[in-house]
Nanobody, 125 residues
Framework: VQLQASGGGLVQAGGSLRLSCAAS????????LGWFRQSPGKEREFVAAIARSGGATYYTDSVKGRFTISRDNAKKTVYLQMNRLEPEDTAVYYC???????????????????WGQGTLVTVSS
């Protein structure tokens, strides 16, 4: 599976962006999907994940109520809608796909098998 993330850019605080991550090759229906982010000098951190079925979603506390992860298996795409963006959200955002990930491991980067190349989100104050 190859993943291609897009949708990043420069936005003012309070604004919105929607990230997309499209897969080529296999369908994504058999994979849990996640978004992670990494700022300079920091470790890659979990942002959001969605179960294979799309019925369950998970978020890190700092984005709850502001970000929404969704998936369209027919389009082989996962999305991250980001609202009320804050300067602290500035980072390179990565999408990831993994098979057979248990719920408690969805926030762990090493649980995922495939990664996109990252898309930069910059939020100005």
């Amino acid at each position: 599976v190859q993943l291609q993330a897009s949708g990043g850019g420069l936005v003012q605080a309070g604004g919105s962006l929607r990230l997309s991550c499209a897969a080529s090759g296999r369908t994504l229906s058999g994979y849990a999907l996640g978004w992670f982010r990494q700022s300079p000098g920091k470790e890659r951190e979990f942002v959001a994940a969605i179960a294979r079925s799309g019925g369950a979603t998970y978020y890190t506390d700092s984005v709850k109520g502001r970000f929404t992860i969704s998936r369209d298996n027919a389009k082989k795409t996962v999305y991250l809608q980001m609202n009320r963006l804050e300067p602290e959200d500035t980072a390179v955002y990565y999408c990831a796909a993994g098979a057979r990930i248990i719920t408690s491991s969805l926030g762990i980067p090493t649980s995922y098998h495939y990664w996109g190349q990252g898309t930069l989100v910059t939020v100005s104050s």
